[in-house]
């Protein structure tokens, strides 16, 4: 199974400023069909998980642009430019390149 | 609007049965492949089980293979998770989403298996 690594598990930051969240795949995520099935999902408290970015670095709709997704290979980055308050929650990092099974990270908690 | 709705979670005794549903509307069902996702307490997101759109391939992670089962009904717009034997590391949040990558979540249903 690929094992999905997030860092930093805990990410304090000052609204207005940058964040960064790593993510880390112990085998490359590139498919055969040449596409990174590497997603990013953000979890609001008490809300359930939603879809912010797939495919390494497309944002879904309605996601606001501060969220950018690049990497590739076995290194990603979900960045945020901008830290606003609704921003807090967990992030996870999810692979389904290789799957069964898909494998999630630890998830990021975000704390302004 | 996308919709997904979770139901048929509660309170269980260790080895009995439970199944949970996820009925969908505002997209064709029949053409997405679903999948169920559970959180336990102050935990991370376990992936369970998906199913092809045309019910042709199922799986299940390991540490449900054998008791849990994912079926869908395309004429009722509904999937299915049939749990079997739970024990009490299966209390979770039970989440149902739509497709391989995950584009569209219910807001779950809860399951606690507790003597």
């Known amino acids: 199974d690929v094992v999905m690594t997030q860092s930093p598990l805990s990410l304090p930051v000052t609204l207005g400023q940058p964040a960064s969240i790593s993510c880390r795949s112990s085998?490359?995520?590139?498919?055969?069909?040449?596409?990174?099935?590497l997603n990013w999902f953000q979890q609001r408290p008490g809300q359930s998980p939603r879809r912010l970015i797939y495919k390494v670095s497309i944002r879904d709709s309605g996601v606001p642009d501060r969220f950018s997704g690049s990497g590739s290979g076995t290194d990603f980055t979900l960045k945020i430019s901008r830290v606003e308050a609704e921003d807090v929650g967990v992030y996870y990092c999810?692979?389904?390149?290789?799957?069964?099974?898909?494998?999630f990270g630890q998830g990021t908690r975000l704390e302004i | 609007q996308v919709q997904l709705v979770e139901s048929g979670g509660g309170v269980v005794q260790p080895g009995r049965s439970l199944r949970l549903s996820c009925t969908v509307s505002?997209?064709?069902?029949?053409?997405?492949?679903m999948q169920w996702v559970r959180q336990a307490p102050g935990k991370g997101l376990e992936w369970v089980a998906v199913i092809w759109h045309d019910g042709s391939n199922k799986y299940h992670a390991d540490s449900v293979k054998g008791r849990f089962t994912i079926s869908r009904d395309d004429s009722k717009n509904t999937l299915y998770l049939q749990m079997n034997s739970l024990r009490a590391e299966d209390t979770a949040v039970y989440y149902c989403a739509r497709d391989l990558e995950m584009s569209v979540w219910g807001q779950g249903t809860t399951v606690i298996v507790s003597s």
């Open positions: 085998q490359s995520l590139v498919y055969s069909d040449g596409n990174t099935y």
């Open positions: 505002g997209f064709t069902f029949s053409i997405y492949g």
């Open positions: 999810m692979q389904c390149t290789h799957s069964p099974p898909i494998t």
